[in-house]
């Protein structure tokens, strides 16, 4: 009897000790097609709340400046994670050895066509022909300003585009006049509107009325070789998510400190954005349809993808 007690005993210091603070985590290391972009902050939220901590995870977090470079650190195993376009499930398809594990925002809100406070162009029509600078080509930025030309009858090239690298590297082309716009995120333009710099003229999500704007991509050896860690990590995502819609005090806050922020700019920001951002990373399976056909439709591709060439649905819908 007493040593099944101290066999009882013994078990639960085990568990006890498996649980405790003290108890490695796992490191993980995720990365952002681009730092300044709001959406992102589940991953600056779960740091900084502890939610990742809970699900056994150390998380390292980086921005990698878009999309291109952000595949290059995953092909390179320099990023476990990626936080990236709907549009560059592209990637995957065309040998990146990634796959999408979970979708995380709907409409693109964040994705705004911004010009200077004394440009001429007052709306969508006077973009014809304009040249638009956005951080990276051949992103989500680029794919909805194709769309956009498509849907007024000008023709993909209808909106002339350009890759400047960063949004700091927009903005300043703005400013000195080297293009007409640029396509940021909706918090870019509202700081250069306060600052009376600049100007919202297109919301880009009404192009997109079906579509993914961001997803979380995986390394493909991650999700063969540790399936458990792919499952937590996605966790402690969409449990920030969720500690984010009923926390917007402390969100805003994080974004402050992150994003470099006003208080105004990031409260209007959540209020705009935060309804977009999805409970469980569940695809949609009419948004997946809308993104492979517009990859051969915009030239990206040659054929439409199948759904495993760019994703897998084994870890969705996310419960935590």
Partial sequence: MKRSVAACLLGCALCLAALSPGHAADKLRAGKSLGSLWAFLPLDVGVAEGIYARHGIDLEISALGNGGKLQQALASNS?????????????????????????????????????????????????KGKLLAMPGTGSVAEWLVWQMAIAEGWGKTGVRTVGQGSVQANVAALLTGQVDGIVDPVEVGLKLSDEKKGKIVVRLAQYAPHFHAHIIDARKALIEENPDLVKRFLQGFF????????????????????????????????????????????FDPQAISVLADSFVDLGMLDKKPTDDQMLTRRFVPVKF
């Fill in 239 to 282: 449990a920030s998510i969720a500690y984010m819609k009923t926390h917007k005090e402390e969100t805003s806050e994080i974004a402050m400190r992150v994003l470099h922020d006003d208080k105004s700019i990031a409260d209007r920001t959540y209020d705009y954005e935060i309804s977009m951002l999805s409970s469980d990373g569940r």
């Fill in 79 to 127: 990023i476990d994670f990626g936080l990236c376009a709907g549009s560059d499930m592209a990637f995957a398809v065309k040998g990146s050895p990634v796959l999408a594990v979970a979708a995380f925002a709907e409409e693109p809100r964040s994705v705004v066509v911004i010009t200077r406070a004394d440009s001429p162009i007052k709306s969508v029509a006077d973009l």
